[in-house]
């Protein structure tokens, strides 16, 4: 029975070089000279470090940037608030989404039980598990599930037939 994996994975390696890109382009730049903005990685979850709210922001952008150009979606970082590390510094925490969260994947099972496909769909860990008899509703299931789920980077693999 042929049947395939709907995952959110983020490529580690081009992400490890978004960040070295921007802090490298960061420490260049003429409005940032003398100043401490930097990006640090500790496993999934990265620390944005400015001057300032706006040098923050500037940061961001160019993370995002590099992030982009690299082939790594950007739906799959949690942004949470700015804060103040002392005096203007600024500092904030981004959280990297892996894997399909239970929630995300009951809202996908239910989606497709709702389009009365042809398939089942099963929860399996951080992946939804989709069989079916025929390709094209599976292909069906692909797109359904693409239009259901728009706040995270889905990708499909693990095709067996």
Known sequence: MPSFDIVSEVNMV???????QTNKEVTNRFDFKGSDARIEQ??????IYADDNFKLKQ??????TKLGKRGVDV???DLKDPEKIGGDKMK??????????QEI?????????DAKIKVTASIQGNAVRVSGAKKDD?????VLSRKT????????????D
């Open 138 to 142: 599976l292909q069906a299931a692909i």
């Open 42 to 47: 500790s496993d999934k979850e990265l620390t």
């Open 105 to 113: 994947g009951k809202t996908i099972v239910r989606a497709i039980k």
């Open 92 to 101: 904030q925490l981004v959280a990297i989404k892996d894997g399909v969260s």
């Open 59 to 64: 940061v961001m952008e160019v993370f995002q």
């Open 75 to 77: 739906r799959s970082l």
């Open 149 to 160: 789920v728009t706040e995270l980077p889905l990708q499909f693999n693990n095709f067996r």
């Open 14 to 20: 081009e992400l490890k070089n978004a960040i070295e």
